[in-house]
């Protein structure tokens, strides 16, 4: 097997954030193994959000390294390491709230649409052959997502629900090989949060996507993790199957402050 | 009381309806005006979308532009390079305004950046004048100022021609701003950074491609413009005008530019040469902006402008 194939698919080793005088992440060594959907959980301000985002190039770490596909890429830019093909979804749902649903997930195959922006204008053919084609793939996301009935609605407009999974779409338009998913759940009621486990756990059988995800909803994590990564204060303190790591004395400890003596 | 009436309702209609050929040189004056207009909201409808600041400067930037290439072609310098050489500058100026100004400033308030416009205006006004002084130039451009009459209809070929130009470079900007990926690009730049980059938008290319068009659009504008009043300081008031454009076109929007320099055109020369006399005239300097001041009123979004929609 050759390098980039054998090995982890995202390694964070020893990465530490600060920001000021707080230490929002110490050390944190972490693998994401190809093709598994790992859960990081933790308490509130245990550092879970800023690991995505240092994994997703909007923070970077004052030390540590993070490997993508065995290469350091510790330094890149979000853009960067989108087209390195890392999708994310964010905790406070970022869409694109005057775009109709379509153009949000169109916006989402940019990266995959080729040639130059400049000679677009110019020359019309291949551009709107291109169009054509990818617009093809996302409405396959539209169908997989069943949100055929809301295509033309601006995503600002929809509920919060679906707002969650239109957001989804987009960063599957991508076709990433990592995707980051930052509380799909949150806000959600419990048959959202059944269809929204569906999605997840079909985007890794179907595609072969990998994902991480932080979620609070620990019936939820069970359920659809092959593996979950434990934070508290910026350091990890766990990581293992999901039965292993319920039973763990320091995760029950983070979570229900007992046995300090 | 009905003289009143008269005059405002009535007499003003009569009197187009008994001249249409001069109704049309009016309103052709209108059109030629609204669209050079047009080109200067665009300039700044693009670089407020892309990146939400209200570039206070794009007004020096029409001058700027406007007194490198007059300077230019006094030093000898062939039009067809000097516009070249312009070129490149506004190009340029673009990459450095991206790097020393916006960068270092991402994510501050609008206004913060607003205020870093107002520096940059003052700036390339004193270094425009330092490079090539502070005198009015005339600039020539090759076409002479003269009218021609065609089915009774008084026409200026000056005139004319920075009309066809603004309107061809309008519909340009528009197809490639509406139709390629860069516009999609540009929207979603607008509505969300932090998701624009997590899709892999560069948000400095954007920027830049986005303040070198306002820098070729003020190129245009400040051709245009200086051709028919020479380049001096006040080339850069023409951008005041495209304050009242862009409130009944909406920020946001490059249709809403391009409808609101031509409402505001046509409708200052109209008030001009019919309403004007019954205060005394000279009301094309402020009829553009009690219109905008008027529609602020009842849709401060704009004709176009994506709906304020505010929960409480």
Do not use: C
Request: net charge neutral; glycine share 10%; no cysteine.
């Amino acid at each position: 097997m050759s390098a980039a194939t054998a090995g982890p698919l995202l390694a964070v080793e020893g990465v530490s954030v600060r920001f000021g005088a707080l230490l929002a992440l110490s050390g944190v060594s972490l693998s994401i193994q190809r093709g598994e959907i790992l859960a990081i959980i933790g308490p509130n301000g245990a550092g879970k959000t800023t690991l995505l985002n240092v994994i997703s190039g909007f923070y970077h770490p004052y030390e540590g390294r993070i490997l993508f596909e065995g290469r350091d890429r510790t330094r890149r830019s979000p853009p960067d390491v989108a087209e390195l093909g890392v999708a994310r979804t964010f905790q406070n749902v970022a869409l694109f709230k005057g775009m109709s649903v379509l153009d949000n997930l169109m916006t989402g195959r940019l990266l995959k649409m080729g040639g130059h922006f400049l000679l677009d204008a110019i020359w019309w053919g291949p551009a709107r052959r291109q169009e054509l084609a990818n617009r093809a793939f996302v409405e396959r996301i539209i169908d997989f997502l069943e949100i055929q009935a809301i295509r033309k609605t601006p995503a600002g407009k929809l509920p919060y629900g679906l707002q969650k999974r239109v957001e989804l779409g987009r960063a599957l338009a991508a076709e990433p090989k990592l995707l980051l998913l930052d509380e799909p759940m949150a806000g959600m009621n419990v048959e959202e949060k059944e269809d929204m486990s569906r999605f997840i756990l079909d985007v890794n059988a179907e595609f072969g996507t990998t994902i991480a995800l932080i979620e609070h909803d620990m019936g939820v994590v069970m359920d659809i993790s092959d593996r979950v990564a434990v934070l508290d204060y910026g350091r990890k303190i766990a990581d293992g199957q999901p039965e292993q790591v319920r039973k763990d004395a320091a995760v029950l400890d983070a979570y229900l402050g007992a046995g300090h003596d | 009381m009905t003289e009143i009436l008269y005059a405002v309702f009535v007499g003003p209609f009569r009197e187009m309806a008994g001249s249409p050929a001069f109704l049309v040189e009016v309103l052709l004056g209108g059109v030629a005006t609204g669209l050079m207009y047009s080109l200067v909201a665009l300039g700044f409808v693009l670089i407020f979308k892309a990146s939400g600041v209200f570039n206070f400067a794009q007004g020096v930037m029409v001058l700027f532009a406007a007194l490198t290439l007059v300077g230019l072609m006094e030093r000898g310098v062939p039009v067809a390079v000097a516009l070249i050489v312009t070129m490149a500058v506004m190009v340029g100026l673009a990459f450095l305004i991206e790097r020393v100004v916006l960068r270092p400033l991402v994510n501050q308030e609008a206004i913060i950046l607003f205020m870093a416009t107002i520096g940059l205006n003052f700036f390339l006004e004193g270094f425009g004048e330092m490079l090539w002084g502070a005198n009015v130039k005339k600039l020539d451009v090759g076409i002479p100022d003269r009218s021609f009459i065609v089915a009774g209809v008084q026409i200026n070929q000056l005139e004319m021609s920075a009309a066809a130009t603004s309107a061809v470079m309008v519909a340009v900007l528009a197809v490639f701003f509406q139709r390629t990926r860069i516009g999609r690009a540009l929207r979603a730049v607008a509505d969300d950074h932090e998701a624009a980059l997590s899709i892999g938008i560069p948000l400095k290319t954007i920027w830049i491609i986005v303040w070198s068009v306002a820098g070729l659009v003020a190129i245009v504008a400040g051709i245009m413009w200086g051709a028919k009043s020479g380049v001096q300081f006040s080339l850069s008031l023409v951008a005041l005008k495209a304050l009242p454009v862009l409130i009944l076109g909406g920020f946001t929007s490059v249709p809403g530019a391009i409808v609101g320099g031509l409402i505001v055109g046509v409708g200052e020369k109209l008030g001009e040469i019919y309403w004007g006399p019954l205060v005394g005239g000279a009301i094309e300097n402020w009829f553009a902006y009690v219109v905008a001041l008027v529609f602020l009123l009842f849709r401060p979004q704009g004709l176009f402008g994506e709906k304020i929609i505010e929960r409480v």
